[in-house]
């Protein structure tokens, strides 16, 4: 596992790089600049939610995820894939061609996040009839949306609901199996096939856990290049899922909100609609929903940059599917497992992307001097300077990120 410090979710390819500002301009929490003809990312700003990589046009943003070879690092590999890898082939009628495929290309088992998903959906049932809970309830298995809110809605923090993400669950069932059967702790490998780069961070940073649970995280689109010749090889498959429709479900926008069983729930999907939500929620228009649900990908999952597949396709291609699931496979009875099992096992700390911890004075002199440099300066965030907003500008100045003596270009004019 590499040190945290060096754990960026999107890379820059400078070659391709043309220096047009349409990922400055798109970046929701203002984490990119454009300044020498280059852009560049400021990861303690950035969620990982991947829209820079979505939206540049010359494909100079390279989401970060481990190569598949990195599961020969052990002898005992254990695939997790996420539900949204199903959508992703065309007339798939059985998803145990793809649990059979994977088990072909090396792993020698599968454990379906799905089954880690409908664990989550019981446990936020019980956690929802609880009238001691806030209401709303947010949804944290977005891990781009989980950074967003601690990084710009503090306030909002009681309202999360403080389970672990499904993929946290089904590598913690896997990983304890395994090794109730007999295999050595070291020789065990797990891997979680994600769709999105933000995952890949919250996996290896293990956010809400005391460490990671996962060894590698892998990409769909590198899985599915892989998957499809020995898909093809399949003459009869092993019967390997162990999933229902409720797992399933999660693959796509309002899937988590329909398992938390409340009429009153809310789903949105897009980064920009998630905010607009977060900023309802703090202004208290909200307050007769029980459960929000938010996915900074269009549709959810299934609109991850690390898919292959557009992301509305992928949906009609899982609605699809239902019909070969039970409605739940997996209950919170079967496991046997304490409540305790299934609820954060730290508080999340996004610190480890190298954010300064600053004292409250050193904050608000900071807040001070960035607005007597705003006053100063014409408000049209045209970007000009680099930055996406005369606001950031300033911050850059008075972060040192830039000399003191820099000019706003549009005060030339």
Not at 15 to 31: S, W
Not at 201 to 216: N, Q, S, T
Not at 225 to 231: D, I, S
Not at 279 to 284: A, C, F, L, P, V
Request: charged share 25%.
């Amino acid at each position: 596992m590499e040190k945290l410090k060096s754990l960026h979710t999107v890379t820059l390819d400078g070659n391709r790089c043309k220096g047009c500002v349409t990922c400055m301009k798109r970046c929701p929490t203002q984490a990119i600049r454009v300044r020498n003809g280059k852009a560049s990312v400021i990861y303690d700003k950035c969620i990982g939610c991947g829209e820079c990589v979505r939206l540049c046009p010359h494909h100079a943003k390279i989401a970060s995820y481990d190569k598949f070879e990195v599961i020969n690092n052990f002898k005992y590999k254990i695939a997790l894939p996420a539900p949204s890898l199903y959508g992703q082939f065309n007339n798939l009628k059985d998803v145990n061609y793809v649990l059979t495929g994977l088990k072909r290309l090396g792993f020698d088992e599968v454990f379906e996040v799905g089954r880690g998903a409908e664990l989550c959906s019981h446990a936020t049932q019980v956690l929802l009839n609880k009238e001691t809970i806030k209401k709303p309830v947010i949804s944290t298995a977005c891990p781009a949306v989980l950074e967003l809110i601690y990084a710009k809605y503090e306030n909002l923090k009681d309202n999360l609901l403080k389970l672990l993400a499904p993929v946290d669950v089904a590598a913690k069932l896997a990983r304890e199996s395994a090794i109730e059967r007999g295999i050595p702790k070291e020789d065990i490998g797990v891997f979680f096939i994600s769709p999105c780069p933000a995952k890949v961070f919250a996996l290896k940073a293990g956010i809400g856990v005391e460490k990671p649970l996962v060894d590698g995280v892998l990409a769909i689109s590198e899985v599915y290049m892989k998957l499809l010749p020995e898909m093809k090889k399949i003459e009869e498959p092993e019967k390997l899922s162990k999933m229902g429709v409720l797992g399933l479900n999660w693959a796509a926008s309002s899937g988590e909100a329909i398992g938390a069983g409340r009429a009153k729930y809310l789903a949105a999907d897009g980064i920009e609609n998630v905010i607009a939500i977060l900023n309802s929620i703090e202004d208290g228009s909200l307050s007769d929903v029980d459960f929000i649900e938010l996915n900074a990908c269009i549709s959810g999952c299934v609109g991850g940059v690390l898919n292959v597949e557009n992301p509305f396709v992928a949906r009609a291609r899982l609605r699809g599917l239902r019909s070969k699931f039970p409605q739940t496979a997996n209950t919170l009875a079967d496991v046997g497992k304490s409540f305790d099992y299934y609820k954060w096992e730290k508080e999340p700390d996004f610190t480890t992307k190298g954010k300064k911890v600053e004292d409250r004075q050193q904050v608000f002199n900071k807040l001070m001097e960035i607005q007597k440099l705003y006053s100063t300066l014409p408000q049209s965030d045209c970007g000009l300077c680099g930055a996406p907003s005369c606001r950031a500008f300033c911050e850059d100045i008075v972060n040192g990120k830039i000399p003191k003596d820099s000019k706003c270009l549009m005060l030339d004019r």
